[in-house]
């Protein structure tokens, strides 16, 4: 299907709203078909561009939707990506404010810092060249679509349903690490809450990684040196619960670390 401007841009301006309120929203597939995956990604362009256009500043590219637990919690069956802005960084060991989010979840992931652009060959050895250094992060996932009931192509135009990330402090380089073996414990107030492995992700982190960069040229973006990569999550997502604080380890990474504060107002 060939989907209007006028289309696109009213599945825009009802999440660009969402986002703006916060308040949850209608799902934008009665929009856009529910198979359109380019019609999502226009619409994900057009939420790019008002962010730009607000003063916003993007420094990297999330992975959605590669760990088969988070595909059937939200009952998808492909990646996805979004673009992250810098003002969703929350600093390694902060507070983050749950006022302006809607119905977030958390999920660990691998986070790489590239050292190289991305935008021709893709082989394996040019991946893990270009993945530079890798971190331990976590993902602060939300979505503007009332009760998370969502379609590929609504969290797609949605962002990826992002939020806020947060990198952890340690960071090894990325060219001889066994990403696939490694393994992950999330905590919630010292409570394991969900655990997983790099083989989890694609298969394996780099596996993500070269589907974000492929997806990127076809978009005509390549990834950048320089760019923030979150990979995916390692093991299923959990609703945060205000209050509480989390951490990630992520076994010959490292670790990584977010509280949330309660909510005020009642909402």
Known sequence: ????????????????????????CDPVRDILSGTDIAAAYAVQRLLTDDSLARGRTIVGHKIGLTSPAV?????????????LFAD??????????????????????????????????LSESRIRAAAGIAMPAIEIVDSRVRDWSISIVDTIADNGSSALFVLGSNAVAADDLDFAARTMQLTQDGIAVSTGRGSDCLGDPLNALRWLARRAIENGSPLRAGHIV???????????RPGSAYAALIDQIGSVEVSFAPVIGGR
């Open 1 to 24: 299907m060939t989907l209007s401007t006028t289309g696109l841009r009213t599945a825009a301006d009802r999440l660009i709203a969402a986002a703006a309120g916060p308040l949850q």
């Open 71 to 83: 595909q059937h919690q939200l009952g998808v069956d492909q990646p996805d990506s979004g673009v």
């Open 88 to 121: 969703m960084r929350v600093a390694n060991g902060a507070v983050a404010e749950t006022n302006t989010l809607l119905q977030p979840k958390i999920e660990a992931e691998i986070a790489f810092i590239l050292a190289e652009d991305l935008d021709g060959d």
């Open 230 to 240: 979150l990979s995916g999550a390692l093991g299923p997502m959990v609703p945060v």
